[in-house]
């Protein structure tokens, strides 16, 4: 006889969990699931300790679709912009291959929340003097292959391990005169609280928490407020930023981003800057004014200096890159080979250390309010040929 106590949990098995896993690996190839609930689901999968949990992870989940009599074939997703913006994000459908098509203009596919279907996305991405922006979310594997003339391709993913049974997303990038990027952003659904209060939970929930704040400080910028046609680019980050971030740990690194942010968008205002976008503690900035784009500058080195210099984990010393030149204006952001110049500029900056192009000095060099010193001839990768860059200070 009963004696009325509930029956004790039944541990789950590692079979029992794989068999789960590949149900839900099933349910997103047919469309039931976008990538970013199987990555959350199949995250709750391998957290389980008892068979209850694990029937919980697929209570919810959607009926299967009746099949369909139709052949089926493989169908390729077309997203193009020439000389406009195009986004696809939300819950869509790539289909098992897509291409992403900017010509002087920008696309962004957002794959957090899109249906994908097998084990497998492929992506090609073509930029021509334009820029494409694919967003996945945090634990998914990227291959970025392809080639870039005078362009760029970047993955900047978070780095950790892919969650066993997302699909791989292959992309292959062609950026003439232009970029395509691959980042990971955290997961828009919200995670379900863990089973178990811990310290790393707390953590990763103030992590997660700082870094949006960090995110929401940005102020909201007119796009019809931007310069246009010819323009000053001004780009930054923090030298070693990633040893930083280890030495100090996630939160103290976040606290550090934030006042970075601070004292950087005060002098993009002072100075009549206008914030195209930011990525980590990286800044792209225009100026209608080349001599107002150093003034920045140099005030961006001085401040810095002054808040973080004495850094007890070492001075935080940031480094940036100036040019002049014709930018191609798509909504908010700027594309063109000036664009991926200043960006060249600021990558072989020391930090510091701000470099500006020939350009730019013949521009502000008249008044003898700069001094341009240490005339350099860099190679710049994706660019042909080499050019002259100068040290500058005030």
């Known amino acids: 006889m009963a004696d009325g106590k509930d029956a004790p949990p039944v541990l789950a098995s590692d079979a029992e969990r ?21 990555s959350e689901r199949l995250g709750s999968v391998y957290e389980s300790r008892t068979s209850t949990d694990l029937e919980a992870v697929t209570r919810d989940l959607p009926d299967p679709r009746p099949p369909s009599s139709a052949p089926q074939r493989k169908r390729r997703r077309w997203v193009v912009a020439v000389m406009s913006g195009a986004k696809r994000k939300g819950r869509w459908r790539p289909e098992e291959r897509c291409v992403a098509l900017a010509v002087m203009g920008g696309c962004k596919l957002d794959l957090r929340e899109a249906e994908i279907q097998g084990a497998r996305l492929d992506i090609t991405a073509v930029s021509i003097m334009g820029g494409v922006t694919i967003i996945v979310p945090e634990g998914v594997e990227v291959d970025l292959g392809g080639l870039s003339i005078m362009g760029a391709k970047h993955v900047r993913i978070r780095d950790l391990p892919p969650r066993p049974g997302t699909p791989l997303i292959h992309v292959r990038a062609f950026a003439i005169m232009g970029g395509v990027e691959v980042a990971s952003r955290p997961s828009r659904i919200g995670k379900p609280p863990r089973r178990r209060g811990t310290k790393r939970g707390a953590h990763v929930k103030a992590v997660d928490e700082l870094a949006s704040t960090v995110s929401a400080e940005r102020p909201i910028s007119d796009a019809a407020g931007a310069p246009d046609g010819t323009v000053t680019i001004l780009f930054s980050d923090i030298e070693g930023s990633t040893v930083l971030n280890e030495r100090l740990g996630d939160l103290l690194w976040l606290d550090l981003l934030s006042a970075h942010h601070t004292v950087i968008r005060e002098q993009i205002q002072a100075h009549g800057g206008f914030e195209v976008k930011t990525d980590g503690d990286g800044f792209m900035v225009v100026f209608s004014s080349a001599r107002r784009a150093v003034q920045c500058a140099c005030a961006i080195q001085h401040a810095i200096d002054g808040q973080f210099g004495e850094h007890p984990d070492g001075p935080v010393l940031v480094r940036i890159g100036l040019h002049t030149g014709e930018a191609i204006k798509q909504g908010v952001d700027f594309y063109g080979k000036n664009v991926v110049l200043a960006a060249r500029i600021a990558d072989s900056a020391r930090g510091g250390e701000i470099l500006a192009s020939a350009v730019v000095k013949q521009l502000t060099d008249s008044a003898g309010d700069f001094n341009f010193v240490e005339e350099r001839q860099l190679e710049l990768e994706g660019l042909a040929g080499t050019y002259r860059v100068y040290k500058v200070t005030a």
């Open 18 to 38: 794989e068999r789960v896993a590949v149900l839900l690996r099933d349910a997103a190839g047919e469309g039931r699931l976008t990538l970013e609930e199987l």
